[in-house]
Nanobody
Framework: QVQLVESGGGLVQAGGSLRLSCAASGRTSSSYAMGWFRQAPGKEREFVAAITWSGGSTSYVDSVKGRFTISRDNAKNTVYLQMNSLKPEDTAVYYC???????????????WGQGTQVTVSS
């Protein structure tokens, strides 16, 4: 089992920045690929970014490319999502997830955190 706990969410003005963290614990948590997903009110949960277990490869949804950066520190069992130039449409609950592959399909992730709220005001 892998336990995931997100932190770092909050309220920020448009154009501002936040850094989300996802602390992982449990069995060989550093050997998993990690993903960030988000769910806005009234919408389905969507892929945001993913990173391989080594950190050598990343992918992003087009709407956040150039603004968000996913990274990981395996020594700390933590994955980060640096979010810059935030927009009101980035408002959502952000979830981290662990799986075997750094893919966009949320069904391929085995473990999920409880989420952290990000609210961007205009």
């Amino acid at each position: 089992q892998v336990q995931l706990v997100e932190s770092g969410g909050g309220l920020v003005q448009a154009g501002g920045s936040l850094r989300l963290s996802c602390a992982a614990s449990g069995r060989t948590s550093s050997s998993y690929a990690m993903g960030w997903f988000r769910q806005a009110p009234g919408k389905e949960r969507e892929f945001v970014a993913a990173i391989t277990w080594s950190g050598g490869s990343t992918s992003y949804v087009d709407s956040v490319k150039g603004r968000f950066t996913i990274s990981r520190d395996n020594a700390k069992n933590t994955v980060y999502l640096q979010m810059n130039s935030l927009k009101p449409e980035d408002t959502a609950v952000y979830y981290c997830a662990a799986g075997r592959l750094a893919v966009r399909n949320q069904n391929d992730y085995n473990y999920w955190g409880q989420g952290t709220q990000v609210t961007v005001s205009s």
